[in-house]
Nanobody
Framework: QVQLVESGGGLVQAGGSLRLSCAAS????????MGWLRQAPGKERELVAA?????????YYSDSVKGRFGISRDNAKNTVYLEMKNLKPEDTAVYYCAISSSASPRATTAFGSWGQGTQVTVSS
């Protein structure tokens, strides 16, 4: 069973940057697609970025973060990252990483194991 632990969240001013990390144990991430999802208070969980296990599948970004966020993985460290730049108040949410067996996960339901989440708060 995989365990995912997110870190790197915090309070940042609008226009600032944060780098989230997701460290995995119990399973090798290279065989899975990885996603970063977020949930703001009163809103549904949203997929913001997904990185496939397949090199032929394009990386996915939601329209709301495209051009500002970047997902990457370090297989040697069994860790996935989310680089967030030019943060906006509407990016405030709890951010989760999750794994998927799908080569092209595009829905929150495509993801199985989840971390506990890390809070990101962007002040205006």
């Amino acid at each position: 069973q995989v365990q995912l632990v997110e870190s790197g969240g915090g309070l940042v001013q609008a226009g600032g940057s944060l780098r989230l990390s997701c460290a995995a144990s119990g399973r090798t991430l290279r065989s899975y697609s990885m996603g970063w999802l977020r949930q703001a208070p009163g809103k549904e969980r949203e997929l913001v970025a997904a990185l496939s296990w397949s090199t032929t599948v394009s990386t996915y970004y939601s329209d709301s973060v495209k051009g500002r966020f970047g997902i990457s993985r370090d297989n040697a460290k069994n860790t996935v990252y989310l680089e967030m730049k030019n943060l906006k108040p509407e990016d405030t949410a709890v951010y989760y990483c999750a794994i998927s067996s799908s080569a092209s996960p595009r829905a929150t339901t495509a993801f199985g194991s989840w971390g506990q989440g890390t809070q990101v708060t962007v002040s205006s």
